[in-house]
């Protein structure tokens, strides 16, 4: 993956949607890092894509199904709680695009 698109995703996820800044507030599901992964895995199919880091203390990751098309961003911290952060359908994998090749 592109070196940018980790810190753009950082940043993206620091902003919370609009409607939880219209009510004040946010909810996230966390746990136990192996408890989160093994319920991706058997519920919906999903494996490991991509990582990268937001900050020293944070590991953001994309899981995906090729086979549902299911995709969930998890962040997780140093002390091994992870936290979903954003899901959705339709996942595509990508090419890499050749280096000097506009995306």
Do not use: H, K
């Not at 902003?15 to 939880?20: H, V």
């Not at 020293?56 to 961003?73: C, K, M, N, Q, Y």
């Amino acid at each position: 993956m592109p070196r940018f698109v980790f810190p753009l995703l950082a940043i993206l996820l620091a902003i919370p949607p609009a409607p939880a800044l219209a009510q004040g507030r946010v909810t996230l599901i966390c746990g136990q890092r192996d408890q989160i992964l093994g319920q991706l895995r058997t519920r919906f199919g999903e494996e490991l894509r991509a990582t990268g880091l937001a900050g020293p203390t944070r590991i953001v990751e994309l899981f995906a199904s090729d086979a549902t098309g299911s995709w969930t961003i998890t962040v997780t911290s140093v002390d091994g709680t992870t936290c979903l952060m954003a899901s959705g359908q339709n996942y595509q994998a990508t090419a890499p695009q050749p280096p000097g090749e506009p995306t």
